[in-house]
């Protein structure tokens, strides 16, 4: 059974940093790319960040993008998610998610359709 844990969240001053993790188990954790995502109150899930099986390619919703980096070390089984240079608008719980089929990165990974397994979320609070 798969299982995905995120840690790291708080309660931080606009400008700060966080660094999130996302420990898996469960299955061969190298084999598969991870998303990230977030869900701000009141507000639909939204896309945050992605990286392929190998950490070679990644992408970033453009509301993050030079400010988030996500990395994953696949020999302890965790993707991360740094976060610098936080705003307020950041404020939202963020999930990592995982899909069923291997070795794919399909060109809708933004889509919440394209990961079959997510976990119960970490919460980022950003003050102004």
């Known amino acids: 059974q798969v299982q995905l844990v995120e840690s790291g969240g708080g309660l931080v001053q606009a400008g700060d940093s966080l660094r999130l993790s996302c420990v898996a188990s469960?299955?061969?954790?190298?084999?598969?790319?991870m998303g990230w995502f977030r869900q701000a109150p009141e507000k639909e899930r939204e896309f945050v960040a992605a990286?392929?099986?190998?950490?070679?390619?990644?992408y970033y919703a453009d509301s993050v993008k030079g400010r988030f980096t996500v990395s994953r070390d696949n020999a302890k089984n965790t993707v991360y998610l740094q976060l610098n240079s936080l705003k307020p608008d950041d404020t939202a719980v963020y999930y990592c998610a995982a899909p069923e089929k291997p070795w794919s990165f399909p060109s809708d990974y933004k889509s919440l359709g394209q990961y079959d397994y997510w976990g119960q979320g970490t919460q980022v609070t950003v003050s102004s």
């Open positions: 469960g299955r061969t954790f190298s084999r598969y790319y």
């Open positions: 990286i392929s099986w190998d950490p070679s390619t990644t």
